[in-house]
């Protein structure tokens, strides 16, 4: 079970349970979404004793309780869960918590500073409105001198183009929906998408004795250990999570999927070699459908040596590190994959009776409506602050870092916003960690 680093401080907000009835018209600061992200800049504006709210259309970490199968566990080890006041401190360092221990950690957390959260709330829009902002709630409407926008890096599941093509008497499952493999009809399951989740669920389904096609795309990869140390640590180590968004070399590079490994049983290597190896049916990108067939791009090998390319891309970094501290990764890249892959695969003919969609999110801020996205829908802001006096975003994949939208340094990124607010709503308090 998870443990809290810290316990928290007390009486500078009202407990979570009050805030219902005392909730206000009006707010210093509100804070969209009770994940991670929120709940961190809460942590800050507690600390620096700002007037706040936390907006939450589930209940806290609702992301983590509702959108994820029931095996999963983080794919970061423990040690690396570096949440302002609810860094990791129990048994099992080394461990990867499962989900139940991750709602617990977060319930801890949140039970240790009491944030102000108002819990089932949804904010169906914000905007601009004299000084300030008005949100639009299932109650009415709140006034808010300043907003952060926590909602969550990964909102909108992404599906392909021609995803629409698909036959209506297969079974088709976002990776939000998926549970276990007895929830799913019987028969063959095509995972559509290979980056950290579709490997996991083709493990999964594959050891569930289910036959699986895995149609993969461009993702890194690296081994679960090296030299004796997790992956997780050579990223932090050698700097990769320090990347900012002029570090990449396009805006579209922010949808890189994340390094491939998982956390499952203790942690080992899960990429596209592993998973052939193991018998999953690996096929190229998905190109649309047609009479009962599932057409897919003859791209497999092509894909398998970008993730390569990508997977050499951060062993320069590796060596950077090893060479630094004159240590060794023990890591050498193989050579290319070359796996025989099927263009057609006849849905009927290899009795497939579930499609699970595993192709990544997109943003979904349509109900913030003001004038601060990019092409792709990412909010343009600078250290979380936008261009819109007063609204800022927390959360947001390379928001500052690599390391922005995980447990890991989320923190830093909240800090920093808190920082900001503070100097707009009031004197700059001592935060218990860095100073500037
Ligand atoms: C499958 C998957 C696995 C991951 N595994 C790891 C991992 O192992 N380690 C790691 O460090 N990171 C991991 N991450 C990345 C990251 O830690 C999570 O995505 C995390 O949930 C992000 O936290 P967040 O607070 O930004 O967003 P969320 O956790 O999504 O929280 C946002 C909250 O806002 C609420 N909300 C949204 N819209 C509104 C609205 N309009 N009004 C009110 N409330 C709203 C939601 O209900 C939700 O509770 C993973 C991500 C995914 C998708």
Do not use: W
């Given at each position: 079970m998870a443990r809290l680093g810290s316990k928290g401080r007390e009486g500078v907000v009202p407990a979570a349970a009050k805030i219902a009835a005392e909730m206000q018209e009006k707010v210093d600061v509100a804070i969209v979404g009770g994940g991670q992200a929120g709940?961190?800049?809460s942590w800050y504006l507690t600390e620096g004793?700002?007037?706040?709210?936390?907006?939450?259309?589930?209940?806290?970490?609702?992301?983590w309780r509702s959108r994820r199968w029931d095996s999963f566990?983080?794919?970061?080890p423990n040690w690396s869960v570096k949440l302002p006041g609810g860094e990791?401190?129990?048994?099992?360092?080394?461990?990867?918590m499962s989900l139940s221990e991750l709602i617990a950690h977060f319930e801890s957390w949140a039970e240790s500073f009491d944030p102000p959260v108002q819990e089932g709330c949804q904010v169906s829009s914000i905007e601009a409105d004299g000084d300030g902002f008005k949100l639009t709630l299932p109650t009415g409407s709140l006034h808010a001198r300043s907003v952060v926008v926590a909602s969550g890096g990964y909102q909108r599941a992404h599906l392909p183009a021609n995803s629409a093509q698909l036959p209506a008497n297969v079974t088709q499952v976002l990776a939000e929906d998926y549970r276990n493999p007895a929830a799913l009809p019987p028969g063959a399951v095509l995972i559509i998408g290979g980056g950290q989740t579709g490997c996991q669920l083709a493990e999964e389904l594959h050891e569930a004795g289910r036959k699986v096609f895995l149609s993969c795309g461009r993702c890194p990869w690296a081994p679960r250990r090296m030299g004796g140390k997790d992956l997780v640590w050579w990223v932090i180590e050698s700097g990769f999570w320090n990347r900012t968004p002029a570090d990449l070399p396009s805006p579209a590079a922010r949808l890189i999927g994340n390094v491939l490994s998982t956390g499952h049983g203790?942690?080992?290597?899960?990429?596209?070699?592993?998973?052939?190896?193991?018998?999953?049916?690996?096929?190229?990108?998905?190109?649309?459908?047609?009479?009962?067939?599932?057409?897919?791009?003859d791209d497999l090998a092509q894909n398998s040596d970008a993730s390569d390319g990508l997977a050499a891309g951060f062993k320069k970094w590796v060596d950077a590190l090893c060479e630094k501290r004159s240590i060794s990764s023990t890591w050498v890249l193989p050579p290319p994959m070359r796996v025989q892959a099927r263009t057609e695969l006849d849905l009927a003919g290899e009795g497939v009776g579930t499609v699970i969609w595993t192709s990544g999110y997109r943003s979904d801020y349509g109900w913030v409506h003001l004038p601060v996205f990019d092409d792709m829908g990412f909010p343009v802001q600078q250290d979380g602050r936008t261009s819109v006096p007063g609204l800022y975003f927390m959360g947001v994949h390379f928001q500052r870092k690599a390391q922005s939208a995980v447990l890991y340094g989320v923190g830093e990124d909240a800090e920093i916003v808190a920082r900001d607010i503070v100097e707009r709503h009031g004197p700059i308090p001592a935060f218990g960690r860095t100073s500037p």
């Open positions: 709940l961190a800049t004793k700002i007037d706040h709210v936390v907006l939450e259309a589930g209940r806290v970490a609702e992301t566990c983080l794919v970061t990791y401190a129990g048994p099992e360092p080394d461990g990867y203790g942690g080992h290597d899960l990429n596209y070699r592993v998973l052939h190896e193991m018998g999953v049916e690996l096929v190229g990108r998905f190109a649309g459908a047609e009479d009962g067939k599932i057409h897919f791009a």
